[in-house]
């Protein structure tokens, strides 16, 4: 159920029946030489789309750019200020709230994205506004976490990892033809957050926070995302049942 | 050429040869009972897709969300303020520029986004910076109108007109199955712009302009998208050509 | 009817009659070594004052300031950003609609402010005000373009045309004692728009953009702005019989 | 020497020389049944065109809009948000700074306009510019304030005074021709400022602050005019002899 | 009774019998070598405490940090941008608004301070807000100043005076263990204001403003103290029986 | 060592061996009935001078106002909008920065304040500015979350914690002489964050988030305090050890 290929009329009868709306959110920026710069927005949009599938719930047109100006060193990431991003995610909530939706869940793929969206958030209670805001950043799930140190032990890392090259390369496989596979050295620094993008590119040389991209496979992809969706799925039973204050 | 699905590594590369990046942008917005939400970002982007294609430019992820405040009154449509919109749009243009991206196109699907992105065009340049900056709303070529005068002779209308419904089903032939395709009346009335969503609605209570989108084809809206991307391929062309002060 | 010569207890009066008001706004900004700084203001003022005189509309005190940014480069030139100028008119606006003004008409002598306030118009349907707001650039009607092909030929250009050069001649004759009036080149030159305060510069050095403002008469001043006085009245009554939603 | 007058080319000649502007700013807002709504600009524009014809030195277009939302209670006021204004005079005074120019004087009309416009001038400071930034409001010269006391004894009050009132009728005698002349009672009240459209409108039901605009007479205004136009002279001599730091 | 000591219960209490509130602001900026960078708030808090005191008048917590950019030329100076200021202080009179409070007194010990707080005053009431704002810095008192000329004569200057710092040391003589106590000469110099940090620093090389700090007496503190409380308590008496409107 | 006792000379002194500043930031928010409203602030600002004085750090002054919209529904909280403290906070650090600090810490007494100040951080990094930021909620810190849970079990909650009420009994006995001391029922209710006031207040009519402030005690608050101090020094030390990028 994608709101894109839904009319206004299909729109009014969902929401005579629910008020739940599902937004996918993740960014344009690098993801070392190995991943692609649009990891973030394709993991959490097939991820959100998946949900929507299982669980008939309308999902809106994905958010493809975020807040990345830690990644501004490395060229194609583009990023809004977090100012900017308070702004624009208030407008699309408000949105939904004009119509009646009262639930209303973004599905993350993006770390820097975390606090404008939950400042966004606040903004939009300070303003008195009634309904459940959900973010769910599919990579901190615990349980994602968890597949995810099985499989990659401690190469996992925290950007560009294994885990969410796995999944781009299971849902694009034609992307990663030309893309490089050999092995590098993994640097544990002690660095402190957040960086600029000049700290940033002196931290992490290629792009790389700790992680080994090169183990990404198809199939963990697929293994990891199923997890996403399973947990996602039970969490929104949860907040189906909740009631709106 | 998807900005989204390469590395960094590979946009260092292209940008030794070129300096030019193509943009979609459209909106999620009624359109009307006949055409989809997706209407604006769907056209815009496969046309700039389709461009990037032969031109072997690269084309940005979509951005799916626009200044569409007129359309609030019809479920499903979400609007970003028009100073959100200018700061949004400045941003990602800063970020391009920043990269050494000297030539940044806009392909637009909807008219509401025309004076936010100009509006932050003129920000960029009242605030220094150098760079070639172009908006080119498909709908709104010469070429393309002409085309659907042919088609549609006085039927195409302002909003949810056949021409973009017709894209569309050539584009998602899927998402119509359950689309309503039986005649009304078309008004011609005399009102002012801009318009607030309660006297949209009063103006256009089915959120339709003035047009009948139940004419819509897939053969027409193939037919039109060539048309599009042949007319911005050759405006591309002459662009690539102009000097960057 | 100037506003400014009228007390509140007058306004009052008007609005029981008439709900439409006339802003003249214009820039201060150079106009070439022929023309003057306050070109597009006294030519707004002094078309809109005419109109207002003619139909007994009240026509409020004139917006000096615009959005110049790209003049810049030349001394005298004073600019808003448009961030700003979105504000600025956002307040004008919202001050008339509280007094009960339903037809806000502002008559326009300069390009760089019409995305800003078309901006502004947008800003304030956003916010879900209703009222016709129209913006009228006498330099784009399509009836006075008309009369400045036939004297001019195709020597009026984009900026420091003859034409506005010829009405500010008209109404300030003393201001061009010492104005030059020597013949210069033409430059057809292929550039792209907006351009920042550097690159106007380059593209046009001494601030005419393919003008030939000696040809400035005070006759054809007279004539054209007759022209355009001519033609906004008939749009205005128009505009009066327009039903406000 | 009026800057809307001059080419930039005569800017150009004139900055190799001197460094200083004046720049007139007012109000449009009520003054009472008895005055007119241009009064804080006409008086502010006309006592600055002769310090600067006194003088020789160049006098920008007026400001004619200012910060009056006390005096939106009563029809055909207009106001600016203090925030705007702040934002709206910032940019002025850069467009200023950026040419050169190094006095930037403003002479005002209206109370209200004052703490936003210092307010801007810290936010110039704040961002590091250097220069001059100076606000003379006439009616506060205390010279100008003992010829009002000379004049009206008790009755000029604070709003709508004679003082003012005085000026416009030897300006612009045509406008008084219908205005009321008969005597009211002078209410002395205590309130607290600043004070909303609401507050106001109890406190001064007709719009005068504890003033006796009927006293006003075209000869009483030439001679306030005229000494606030001397005073002005003597502070900008002094402006004049001051070291830019 | 400080509010920060008062449960919510207590403060519904109050309200029930009383409207106002106090609330001190300062700044944290230099105070010459002599004198210590909280003096600003400090005194503006000990004033307002001690006022509060007497009358029963809630206290509310001390704004510690306000306007003060001419002094960042000075290591520990800490500046809020006028524009952040504004919004600062509009937040926290809303809330007191919300909450009943009908008198909202600032007792301010710092003069850059005032124009964005009036500003922010004025911003309230343009939002249409009722109730009465007001701001009164301690030092501005006349009868604070003459007692100041009777001790200090024409050497209490306008910036770390011998006033403000005799204060301090009443309050903190620990902090003034390690404080020098030498002359210096005192420069009168004719300065134009605001300052940007470049040009306070040129003007005032050690960061005093023609005052001779050295010549503060733990003594003076007690006794100026004292007479700028008993002015406010006798200010608010006034205050207190005024009407709101 | 605090900041406020300090002169600018101190700290130039200062910042020749050192280049971290602490920073206390808290909240004027309602803590029940049993709390007072200075606690978020009163806590931190202990906490952060007691690990100033063990470590030799400047401690700066405290800022005592945050983001607690969702209190607004009890008389005497006083919130920010998310927005100006994004700005506020973003003014502070630009300040410290600016004078050469370049580790700057946050010890945070209020959660609502958390992702405010991330986001502040982010837009200092979106801006290029280098440095060591961090927030210390302290209240989060492991340590200080076994020992809460070694003495009160399971009734610690989530606001108006016995913890933080007994630090504030164990630092300000007076304010608790007259608070009450019963016993309440604790709902464990299923929430969803963030709430607006009027949703806050239906989910928790008294203001405690599921806790039990009746059991405070001041020696337990004097232990919490303690180990909070000791587990900061100890990140400190970290801290200071990092190197600055």
Not at 134 to 142: G, K, R
Not at 184 to 192: A, E, L, M, T
Request: glycine letters at 6%; charged letters at 25%; a neutral charge.
């Amino acid at each position: 159920m994608l709101l894109e290929n839904m009319s206004y009329v299909e729109v009014e009868a969902y929401l005579v029946e629910k008020d739940i709306v599902i937004i996918p959110i993740g960014s344009c920026e690098q993801h070392s030489p190995y991943g692609i710069l649009g990891t973030d927005f394709i993991t959490a949009e097939a991820i959100a789309r998946e949900v929507g599938k299982r669980m008939d719930i309308v999902v809106a047109p994905t958010i493809n750019y975020g807040m990345s100006q830690h990644h501004m060193g490395f060229k194609g990431t583009v990023t809004l200020s977090p100012e900017t991003m308070v702004m624009f995610v208030k407008d699309i909530i408000n949105s939904f709230l004009e119509h009646g939706f009262k639930r209303i869940i973004f599905i993350n793929g993006h770390g820097g994205n975390i606090e404008p969206i939950k400042t966004a958030f606040h903004q939009i209670k300070f303003e008195g506004k009634s309904g459940l805001l959900e973010l769910i950043s599919w990579f901190l799930l615990p349980e994602v976490q968890e597949i995810e140190r099985d499989i990659f032990e401690d190469k996992n890392g925290y950007h560009a990892t294994p885990s969410e090259v796995s999944i781009t390369k299971f849902l694009r496989p034609d992307a990663f033809r030309n893309k490089p596979s050999e092995k590098k050295k993994i640097n544990r620094s002690q660095v402190y957050f957040p960086l600029s993008r000049d700290e940033f590119r002196q931290a992490y040389p290629d792009g790389r926070m700790e992680s080994a991209p090169w183990l990404a496979k198809e199939k963990y992809g697929k293994l990891i995302m199923e997890e996403a969706v399973r947990v996602i799925v039970s969490r929104l039973r949860e907040i189906l049942k909740t009631k709106i204050l």
